[in-house]
């Protein structure tokens, strides 16, 4: 039994409500809130003991793919557990992909369902209840529903009973679920938490591979038919393109009559929705305020302040978040934070930068920051992880001043290839083809000046690169 | 009668309340509020159709020594009329070496007392009551009141009346000062703005610079002793050392019996004291907001944001001034932005950069910006104005890289001279006597990569200055 156990993580989410922590091209999983580790390395960790990493599958974009690789390599999570959609469609695709190409591996699995940047403080009792949930789940799908300890209203709600479930169920805390509520107003999140019966929906799903898509067949009948077209993972570009974006929530559970609920008390848990959400688990000083920065505090109160390497003064603020990047400030009165998906929803539009990437930019061999741009120049601190080498590469408008400031490179240039220490430097003509490598066991940081009349990005012609990106 | 009138600009405050916009080598009367032209340029500008450049007398800080001979050059004030203060204490001193310099040039001068970091909207209505004010000083100070239009606390007040003033003068809008008084509290300021007879002291001052130095001699006549061994600038220094720090109001005015009051209406005047009276005089959007930055605002009322190229999200804020500069920021409630100067003690106290400059750093030859720092390396942005030149130098520790990205370098190097043009670049090894000039009409911009175990702005030896600085 123990054998057939696998773990479904979801990691495509955008989570643009973390902006600007999260940008699209670095979302909410993969920051790391109250531990050293991501959200998505205390997802792993809080399951590894239970679930052998073979067994953990992940379900993420394509966008994500250098960033999922490296997140999953210190838990020895196989590159083949990692399934890549070409482009999210919420989460009722993921899951049936899941559980398709699981199933056609292990047709007697048992998947528990988890989202990747939610809050669990408790493990143990974690442990326990995903034992229980997997004692019951042999003919349904059962979800974790979490007593509600306020009227919040970021959070849908289950109504469960104890009606039609067995004495064995109801003694390990089952119900079944009557039904789903979207997100309540103020009014009715309160009439709902007197009332007693209703409880959070977790997004944590556990059910057999069979029932998960017997109950999709059932539900997204179309969906269900491209799935049966994929043998393997190679088989996931020719369908997608079909598929019908939709949540699992909305597309399968609530219209299924099967649904079981655990009640999952004592878990610690929040789902991190918001920037309240985040301050509601911080700590706080007798004047109610988290001062996670350089902060100046003359009079403030209840006011959290998320900031980096910048000095902030905060003088008589109240019930006030302040969240600081280099690029990007927030500014938000707690009650109001969830608008800055407003926020994000006119950056899109305008297709800022501050939209997709942070200053600090990641790729696949380290990452870079823009220090600097002005007519005709751009300087930039560039950053090669051990072991890692940026594409054989050439120019067409630019020529490019290297200074080796950390660590030592090997470079080629003109298919001569020489090493650099710190403060030693070389110059890279236009159309010339290079390439920077690190071979030692430091990071190797260089600073490059950039000279030319257009210094954009895509002016790169890849000749080799390691990590599959052509042009 | 003309050619006696003179003006004393006082133009070394340090405007901390205007932190983070001002810095202790950057203060307020430096910024440019509301106009291109900084806050001392719109001063002199008022007054320049009136009083012609060679009377205009300056009194700074030595601190301030390049700033303001930048700032008087493009009026022809006079290098000479510049009067440098060995360091600042407080306008009594000020107004008293002024007045003694100019006495010795001129005993017949009539002075028109000025602060450099006062907003007056009607230059018209001002020179209108400057030649009132000198036509009844003969035997008296003279100080411009300001009708108060709200119980502001932050101004100190003068108590007027009409008793014992010649009928022409009354005519002229002279008043007797009674008596001065502090700053009020709320409660206080309400009555004397009700009572009428109070008006706003606006550090405006008019008499004969022998008016001016008997009021001295009755009220400090211990200062007036040290003023009497001046002959000219060079013997400041000999007796400076021997002042004691106090105000012309507290020192002088308030204890003298002659001091008269023009009512001084319709000048539009602030004396931009804080961020909310800088505030006061926005024009405001419909909601109230003033976003003088790339802001996002959802939901924002009354709030003011004054940033620079970084990208500002405010949601649902009220009652709020953001001030966002490249190394710090400032968030305040409106009615305590006053505080500020207990921001500005704490980062006095702790040394901290944020109190002396702004990432920014301005030098007589142009400036530079810290890009980045870290591990034996710095990088900056180095601009260098047309027709200036660094100093001749070493340094001990540490090695430089060049690369000219704007302009053309005219580089000395180890006694050899050579060209640079953009996209070239130059290496300056540990200990090697080198000089970067800028012989064109055109900025120069170079990107300096420093290399080595210590890189302080103290490790250079200078050799050759053109701006009288040494080691």
Known sequence: MPKHKYAVLLAGGQGSRFWPQSRTLEPKQFLSFFKDSSLFGQTVSRIKHLIPAKNIFVVTSELYRHQILEFTAPFKIPPANIIFEPEPKNTAPSIGLAARLISILDPEAMICVFPCDHRIKNKVRLHRLLNKAIAVCQDNIVIFGIPPSRPATGYGYIKAQKRKISAKAQKRGVLKVEKFLEKPDPGTARKLVKSGGYFWNSGIFIGSCRVFLEEIKKRLPGFSRQLLKIKGPADIKSIWGKVRPVSFDYGVLEKSKSILMLKADGLGWSDLGSWQAWDEELKKDKSGNALKADVISIGSKNTTVLGYNRLI????????????????????????????????????????????????????????????????????????????????????????????????????????????????????PCGCAHRLMNPCAQPLKIIEVQSGGYLEEDDIVRIKDDYGRSR
Do not use: M
């Open 313 to 428: 003064a905060a003088i008589g603020l109240e019930d006030i978040i302040v969240v600081d990047t280099p690029d990007a400030l927030l500014i938000t009165r707690k009650g109001k934070s969830e608008q800055v998906k407003k926020v994000v929803d006119i950056l899109k539009e305008k297709r800022r930068q501050e939209y997709y990437t942070h200053k600090a930019v990641k790729r696949p061999w380290g990452g870079y920051t823009v220090l600097d741009t002005g007519c005709g120049f751009k300087v930039k601190l560039v950053e090669i992880k051990p072991g890692h080498s940026l594409s054989l590469q050439f120019h067409k408008k630019r020529s490019e001043h290297w200074v080796v400031v950390e660590g030592k490179a090997v470079v080629i240039k003109a298919r001569k290839r020489y090493t650099l220490s710190a403060n030693e430097s070389t110059y890279i």
